[in-house]
């Protein structure tokens, strides 16, 4: 249906496009700019810690994510053997990238807002499609990200949860866990709980975008 839709109408992938690039773009950014903070300069050396999309973008994925709404970027690599406290600092560069990402919508939902109200865009079909198009799919980012299966950046956190609790179960997803994915996905069995707190999340962030509105109007 999707891809029946964009051939339908390019407007879709016009209004699609600025969201992928900045919600992967800064996602992948954030994981190198954490990691190098934390002593692991791999990425940075390797000309990824960038704002650049064409360091972090794959074009294949990008294709996909357009045409199917699955697809990847570049990951950035991370040596861990260069951070000081493993645990800590794993969490911390998973988390980089989704905090990074619900940053943006939350920054961009404020704008929308504001924007959209004292300059009168709120009738432009471009205004809105653009930023709720950057909105929604840095939320879908964040939130399909913290699924626990890999390589997914949940994943991390997971293993180092329950590695000594649990250990076949973190060994099993870590072997299967891409196919767990890719099942996951084409059984849409993703899409109810990915719609659910981007939703959830969209309403909070417009509720403190009115709330500012109201302080300054």
Known sequence: MRLLSILRNPVVLLYTIPGLLIGLTFHEWAHAFAANKLGDPTA????????DPTAHVD?????????VGFGWAKPVPVNPRNFKNFKRDDILVSLAGI?????????????YVLIGFFA?????????????GIISINLSLAVFNLI?????????????VFIRKFPKAVFFLRKYGY?????????????????AAVNAMYRAFVGVALKLLMLIA
Not at 59 to 67: A, D, N, Q, R, T
Not at 148 to 160: A, C, K, Q, R, W
């Open 179 to 195: 196919y767990i994915l890719i099942a996951l996905i084409l059984l849409g069995a993703t899409n109810g709980f990915i719609s």
């Open 120 to 132: 009168n865009l709120f009738g432009s079909a471009a205004f809105v499609n653009i930023m709720q």
């Open 99 to 111: 905090a990074t990402n619900i940053a943006i919508a939350l920054i961009t939902t404020i704008a």
């Open 59 to 67: 074009p294949l994925g990008l294709l996909c994510l357009l045409l």
């Open 44 to 51: 940075k050396n390797m000309g990824r810690m960038t704002l």
């Open 148 to 160: 626990p299966v890999s390589p997914l950046d949940g994943s991390h956190l997971f293993e180092i």
